[in-house]
Nanobody, 127 residues
Framework: QVQLAESGGGLVQAGGSLRLSCAAN????????MGWFRQAPGKERDFVAA????????YYSDSVKGRFTISRDNAKNTMYLQMNSLKPEDTAVYYC????????????????????WGQGTQVTVSS
């Protein structure tokens, strides 16, 4: 079983950047498919970005494509989300998620596909 902890959230002006981190504790990090989701106030939790193929492939929601970059460092058991050109509509609580997949890893974009979640980190983008 893996425990996830996000960090790096905060308040930033529109056009600015933030880098979120997701530290994993327990389990073998490379055997987990990983992803990022976010939940804005009063809305459902939405997919942001995810890995497949043990980090060889990435997939992004249309709303963040070209602005956000997902990465992972298996040696440090950490996943990152670099967020550039932030917009007020990016304001949300950001969650990292993990799914144990010891075999071939496809990209998972649905919340129900993930087994483990962090507590979330708040990102607020002011206009």
């Amino acid at each position: 079983q893996v425990q996830l902890a996000e960090s790096g959230g905060g308040l930033v002006q529109a056009g600015g950047s933030l880098r979120l981190s997701c530290a994993a504790n327990g389990g073998t990090f490379s055997t987990y498919a990983m992803g990022w989701f976010r939940q804005a106030p009063g809305k459902e939790r939405d997919f942001v970005a995810a890995f497949g193929g043990r980090g060889r492939y990435t997939y992004y929601s249309d709303s963040v494509k070209g602005r956000f970059t997902i990465s992972r460092d298996n040696a440090k058991n950490t996943m990152y989300l670099q967020m550039n050109s932030l917009k007020p509509e990016d304001t949300a609580v950001y969650y990292c998620a993990a799914k144990f997949v010891p075999g071939p890893q496809s990209i998972a974009t649905r919340e129900s596909e993930y087994d483990y979640w962090g507590q979330g980190t708040q990102v607020t983008v002011s206009s």
